[in-house]
C-alpha cells in the first residue's frame, strides 16, 4: 500500500472531505464515536489510576498542600492546553493515529514511524498493563479481610466504557463530596500553612508535576481515533473541552478532598492516598475504595487499548506497521487485528510488571519529546497547509507555551535521570534501523511474509483492509459467495472483488439489502465519536491512576499543601493551555494521528516517524501496562488484603484486562466509547465522592493540611518542577482526542469543545480531590502513603474502604480503553503515511475498526508487562521526548499560520497561547534534563534509534521487506476480512 502523491490543492480537497459519516458504502471504521462517547473516553482513559496513586508523588514532590495543588492545577491546565493545541490538528487531520498521524503529515514517515514505534510497541501496551495490574490490584482488595475469607467480590456487570467512565466519577465525586464535608468538620492540617513545606528545587518540582502529569495521562487519546469519531470537526474539540474541563475540576477537588482528610505527613506516608482517606473517612467503608480504583482502571485501560489498536491501526495504514493491521472486520466495523495485538502486547508486558515502571519512566521524555514534536506540526502545517479550512485555529501563542511547557518535561528528566533518559532515547532510536529495514527498504520476503500473514488474518477474522473507491470493487450477485480474489501477494486494492451472497446483506427496516459497506463502496474509519464520547475519552483517558498516585509526588516535591493544590491548578491549566493549541491544529489538519499527523504536515515524514517510533513502540505500549497492572493492582488488593498477593497474579489480570479490551475494542468502536463513557462516569463519580466526602471531613475534623497551607513550601525549583511534573502526570491524555480526529463527528466543532470541557472538568475535579485528600489526611500520612486514596478511604470510609481501590480499578479500565482505542489509530495513521507495516492500515468490512493496528497495540502493551520492574523507568525515560514532540506539534501552530494563512480556521487561538504553552513544555524538557540527565539520555537514545529505522525500513525500503509487507497483508485480509481503507 503506497501513499499517494498529492498535490497541495489535492491535499486541501482531501481535508475538506474528511468530514463524511462514513454513509457512502465503503468499508472503513465505522464513525461511531459520538460526542459522549468521546467525552467518556478522554475522562475514562485520563481517569485511570493516576488520580488515586498521583497525589501522594506530587505532594512528596511540591513539598506541601499548597504547591501540589497548584501542581495539580497546573497538570490539568496544561493538558488541557496540550488538548486544545491538538483540537486544531485534529480538526485539520481528520485521520486516527493522533500526534502521529500529525508528525507523519507535517515531519514526514520517518519521523512518524520513531513516534510511532514507541508509542504502539511500548508506550501503549506498558499503559494497558500497568492499568490492567492496577484494576487486577485494587478490584481484589475486598475480597480478602483478613486473609482467611473473601468478604466481597468485584461486580462484572458490564465492560462499557461509558459506564465505567461514570462510574469513576461517582467515585471522584464521592471522594471530593466526602473529602469537603470532612473540611468543614474536621481538620487534617493540610490546610494551615498550606505551603508550609514548599519545595523550591526545581528538580522536586519538575518530577511533582511530572506525577500530577500521570495522572492526566490521555488527554489526547481521542485524536488517536478521529476517524470513528462522529461529525469530529464539532466533536473531537468539543470532547476535549469537556473531557479536559471536568478531568481538572474532578482531579482538583479529589486532591482537595484527600488534604482535607490526610495531613501532609499522613500524605507522605500512605503509598495509597485513597486508601488512606478511605480508612480515615469511611471507616469499615474503606473496601469501597479499591473497588472503585480498579473500577477506574477498567475504564482507563479500555481507552488505552481502544485508542492504542487504531494507532497500530493507523500506523499499518500508512505501511508503518506490518498490514494486517489495518484489517477491520467486516461484522463489527473494529480494527480486530490491531487490538488483539494491542492486547497481545498488554499482555507481554504483563510478564515484566517488576520492570514496567522502569520501562515506562524510561520512555516518559521520548514521550514528552514526541508530543512537542507533535505540537511543532502546528506551526509546520500553518506553514505548509496555510489556506486548509480550520474549524478550530488556536493562537500561536498556546501551541508555544505548550511546546515550551513539553519541553520543560522532556528536560527535567534529562537532568534528574541522564541515564533513564539515555535508556529511553535508545529504546528511541531502536526505531531507526527497524524504519530503513522494515519500511524504507523493505525486503521482499518481509513483503511476503507481511501479505502472506495479512491474508490469513483476513480469513481469520473476516476483516478486510479500509476500503477507497479505487481499492474496492463490489459487486452483488444473488448466487455468489463472500469471496476476495487476490493472488499470493498484495494486488492493486482495485483488483480485490468482493461478492455478497444475498443472503449476507442485511435487511434495513423498509427491507431493503444493506451491507456493512456503504452504498458507494467506500471503506474508511467511521466518524462514529460523538461531541460527548470525545469528551468521555479524553476524561477518561486523563483521570487514570495519575490522580490517585499523583498526589503524593506532587507534596512531596512541592513541600506543603498550599504549592501542591496550587500545582495542581497549573497543571490543569497547562494542559487546558495545550488543549486549547492542539484545537486548532486538530480542527485544520482533520487526520487523525495527533501530534504526529501535524508534524508530518508540518515537517516532513521523518520527524513525524520519530515521534510515531516513540509513542507506538515504546510511550503507548507501556502506558497501557501501567495502566492495566494499576487496574489489576487495585483489584488484587480487594481479594487479598493483608495477604500478600502472588508475583504473577497482577500481571496475569492485567493481561486478561488488556486483551479484553483489545477484543472489545477490535470487534466495536461504539462498545469502546460505550466502556469509555460508562468508565468516565464512575471515576468521576469516584472523585466526586471523594471530594464530596473530603469537604465534608474538612468540616468535622482537622487533618492539619490547612492549617498553615504553605509551611514546609519547596523553595527549590527542582523540586517544584518535579512536582509539577508528577501533576501533569495525572493530567496525561489531554490530546488524545487529536488521534482519532478522523473517527470523529464534525471534529472541526466537537474537537475543541470536548477539549475545553474535558480539561476544565479535569482541572476542577483533580484540584477539589487534592483538597479533598489534604482535608482528611495530613501532609505528612501524605508523604508516608503511596495510595493517597486507598489512605483517605481508610480515614473516612472504614470498613467501606475497599470501593476506593475499586474506583481507582475503575478509571484504569476507562484509560486503559482510551489509550488502546487512540494508540490503534496511530498505529493506523501511521501505517497508512507507510510509517508501519501495511497491515495496520487494514479495517474490519463489518466492524471498521483497525483490526490489525488494535490487535498490535495489545500485543505490545501485553509484551510490556514482563518488563513490569522497569516500565516506569522507561516511561520517564521518554517523558522528555514526549514533551519535547508535544512542544515541535505545538510549533506546528506557528508553522501552519505561516504556510497556510487563509486556510479557514474553527479556532483560530491566540498566538500567546502557543508560545506559553511552548515555554512550557520547553521547561518540562530542561528540567528533567537536569534533574536526571541519565533517565533523559536513555530517552533521547531511543528517540534517536527512530533514525535508522527510518531510513533502513521506510525511506530506503529493501524490496523484500515491500514483498513481506505485501504478502502479511494480503494474509490478513483474508483472515480477518479486512482491507485497507478506500476513499472517494
Known amino acids: 500500500l503506497k501513499m499517494k502523491d498529492l498535490s497541495p490543492e489535492k491535499k486541501m480537497n482531501n481535508l475538506k472531505s474528511d468530514d463524511d459519516d462514513g454513509g457512502d458504502g465503503k468499508i472503513k471504521l465505522q464513525r461511531s464515536v459520538s460526542l459522549l462517547n468521546g467525552i467518556t473516553i478522554i475522562i475514562g482513559c485520563i481517569i485511570g489510576s493516576g488520580i488515586f496513586v498521583s497525589p501522594k508523588g506530587v505532594h512528596e514532590h511540591s513539598g506541601s498542600v499548597g504547591l501540589s495543588m497548584i501542581i495539580w492545577i497546573f497538570g490539568g491546565l496544561f493538558a488541557a492546553l496540550g488538548a486544545y493545541c491538538y483540537a486544531e490538528l485534529g480538526t485539520l487531520i481528520r485521520k486516527s493515529g493522533g500526534d502521529y498521524a500529525y508528525i507523519t503529515e507535517a515531519f514526514g514517515p520517518f519521523v512518524g514511524f520513531i513516534r510511532l514505534w514507541i508509542e504502539a510497541i511500548v508506550i501503549r501496551p506498558c499503559s494497558a498493563t500497568i492499568t490492567a495490574l492496577t484494576f487486577a490490584k485494587y478490584a481484589l482488595v475486598p475480597l480478602f479481610g483478613d486473609c482467611q475469607q473473601v468478604y466481597a467480590e468485584p461486580i462484572w456487570a458490564t465492560f462499557i466504557q461509558d459506564i465505567l467512565t461514570y462510574a469513576k466519577i461517582i467515585a471522584l465525586v464521592l471522594i471530593i463530596v466526602t473529602g469537603l464535608v470532612m473540611a468543614f468538620l474536621t481538620s487534617s492540617g493540610s490546610f494551615d500553612n498550606i505551603f508550609d513545606g514548599t519545595s523550591t528545587d526545581a528538580g522536586e518540582i519538575s518530577l511533582a508535576l511530572y506525577s500530577g502529569l500521570f495522572a492526566y495521562n490521555g488527554w489526547n487519546y481521542l485524536n488517536f481515533i478521529v476517524e470513528e469519531l462522529k461529525n469530529p470537526k464539532r466533536n473531537l474539540p468539543l470532547a476535549i473541552a469537556i473531557s479536559c474541563s471536568l478531568v481538572t475540576v474532578i482531579y482538583c477537588l479529589t486532591n482537595l478532598a484527600f488534604y482535607a482528610v490526610i495531613s501532609p505527613k499522613e ?495 479535569v482541572t476542577v475535579i483533580y484540584t477539589l480531590t487534592n483538597v479533598a485528600f489534604y482535608a482528611v489526611i495530613p501532609p505528612h500520612e501524605f508523604l508516608a502513603t503511596d495510595a493517597t486514596a486507598t489512605t483517605f478511604a481508610e480515614k473516612v470510609y472504614g470498613p467501606a474502604a475497599w470501593i476506593m481501590p475499586v474506583f481507582v480499578a475503575l478509571s484504569t479500565i476507562g484509560s486503559c480503553n482510551g489509550t488502546i482505542l487512540t494508540t490503534s489509530r496511530l498505529y493506523f495513521v501511521g501505517a497508512r503515511e507507510g510509517h508501519m507495516p501495511e497491515t495496520m492500515t487494514l479495517i474490519s468490512m463489518k466492524h471498521r475498526t483497525p483490526f490489525p493496528a488494535t490487535i498490535i497495540t495489545g500485543i505490545l502493551s501485553c509484551l510490556f508487562l514482563l518488563l513490569s520492574q522497569n516500565i516506569f523507568t522507561l516511561i520517564n525515560c521518554v517523558q522528555v521526548v514526549n514533551w519535547l514532540a508535544i512542544a515541535v506539534a505545538t510549533l506546528c501552530v506557528f508553522h501552519f499560520r505561516r504556510t497556510m494563512p487563509n486556510a479557514p480556521r474553527v479556532i483560530k487561538v491566540n498566538l500567546i497561547f502557543p508560545i506559553l504553552f511552548f515555554a512550557g513544555c520547553i521547561f518540562l524538557v530542561v528540567v528533567p534534563i537536569i534533574a536526571e540527565p541519565t533517565d533523559t539520555a536513555i530517552g533521547i537514545v531511543i528517540m534517536l534509534s527512530g533514525i535508522p529505522v527510518y531510513f533502513l525500513f521506510i525511506k530506503f525500503r529493501p524490496e523484500f521487506i515491500s514483498r513481506f509487507s505485501e504478502k502479511t497483508t494480503v494474509s490478513m485480509q483474508k483472515l480477518l476480512m479486512a482491507i485497507p481503507e478506500v476513499k472517494s
Open 267 to 761: 500524605f507522605l506516608e500512605a503509598d495509597a492516598t485513597a486508601m488512606t482517606f478511605a480508612n480515615k473517612v469511611y471507616g469499615s467503608f474503606a473496601w469501597i475504595m479499591p473497588i472503585f480504583v480498579a473500577f477506574a482502571t477498567v475504564g482507563s485501560c479500555n481507552g488505552v487499548i481502544l485508542t492504542a489498536s487504531r494507532l497500530f491501526f493507523v500506523g499499518g495504514r500508512e505501511g508503518q506497521m506490518p498490514q494486517a493491521l489495518t484489517l477491520i472486520s467486516l461484522k463489527y466495523m473494529t480494527p480486530v487485528p490491531a487490538v488483539i495485538l494491542t492486547g497481545l502486547l498488554s499482555c507481554v508486558f504483563l510478564l515484566l510488571s517488576s520492570n514496567i515502571y522502569s520501562l515506562i519512566n524510561y520512555i516518559q521524555i521520548v514521550n514528552w519529546l514526541a508530543i512537542s514534536l507533535a505540537m511543532l506540526s502546528l506551526f509546520q502545517l500553518r506553514r505548509k497547509l496555510p489556506d486548509a479550512p480550520r474549524t478550530i485555529k488556536v493562537n500561536l501563542i498556546f501551541p508555544f507555551v505548550f511546546l515550551v511547557g513539553c519541553l520543560f518535561l522532556v528536560v527535567v528528566p534529562v537532568v534528574a535521570a541522564p541515564i533513564d533518559t539515555i535508556i529511553g532515547l535508545g529504546i528511541t532510536f531502536t526505531s531507526v534501523p527497524i524504519y530503513f529495514l522494515f519500511i524504507k527498504h523493505r525486503p521482499e520476503v518481509l513483503s511476503n511474509f507481511s501479505g502472506s500473514v495479512s491474508m490469513f488474518t483476513q480469513k481469520f477474522f473476516l476483516a478486510v483492509p479500509e476500503e477507497g473507491e479505487e481499492e474496492l470493487q463490489m459487486t452483488t450477485t444473488p448466487d455468489s459467495q463472500l469471496a476476495i480474489v487476490s493472488d499470493s501477494k498484495l494486488k492493486d486494492p482495485a483488483d480485490t472483488e468482493i461478492h455478497l451472497n444475498e443472503d449476507q446483506c442485511k435487511k434495513d427496516k423498509n427491507g431493503k439489502n444493506k451491507t456493512d459497506i456503504h452504498d458507494s463502496g467506500e471503506l474508511k474509519l467511521e466518524r462514529s465519536i460523538t461531541l460527548l464520547n470525545g469528551v468521555n475519552i479524553i476524561i477518561g483517558v486523563i483521570i487514570g491512576s495519575g490522580i490517585f498516585i499523583s498526589p503524593k509526588g506532587v507534596h512531596e516535591k512541592a513541600g506543603s499543601v498550599g504549592l501542591s493544590l496550587i500545582l495542581w491548578v497549573c497543571g490543569g491549566i497547562f494542559a487546558a493551555l495545550g488543549s486549547y493549541c492542539y484545537s486548532e491544529l486538530g480542527t485544520l489538519i482533520s487526520d487523525s494521528g495527533g501530534d504526529y499527523a501535524y508534524i508530518r504536515k508540518a515537517y516532513g515524514p521523518m520527524i513525524a516517524f520519530i515521534r510515531l517510533w516513540v509513542e507506538v513502540i515504546i510511550i503507548r505500549p507501556c502506558s497501557i501496562a501501567v495502566i492495566s497492572l494499576t487496574f489489576s493492582k487495585y483489584i488484587l488488593v480487594l481479594v487479598f488484603q493483608n495477604c500478600p498477593i502472588p508475583e504473577y497474579a497482577e500481571p496475569l489480570l492485567a493481561c486478561c484486562l488488556i486483551l479484553l479490551l483489545t477484543w472489545i475494542n477490535s470487534q466495536s468502536v461504539r462498545w469502546s466509547t460505550r466502556i469509555q463513557d460508562v468508565t468516565t462516569y464512575a471515576k468521576l463519580l469516584a472523585l466526586v465522592l471523594v471530594i464530596i466526602t473530603g469537604i465534608v471531613m474538612l468540616f468535622i475534623t482537622n487533618s492539619g493540611s490547612f492549617d498553615d497551607a504553605f509551611s514546609g513550601t519547596s523553595m527549590n525549583a527542582g523540586d517544584i518542577s518535579l512536582a509539577l511534573y508528577s501533576a501533569l502526570f495525572a493530567y496525561n491524555g489531554w490530546n488524545y482526542l487529536n488521534f482519532i480526529v478522523e473517527e470523529i463527528q464534525n471534529p472541526k466543532r466537537n474537537l475543541p469543545l470536548a477539549i475545553a470541557i474535558s480539561c476544565t472538568t
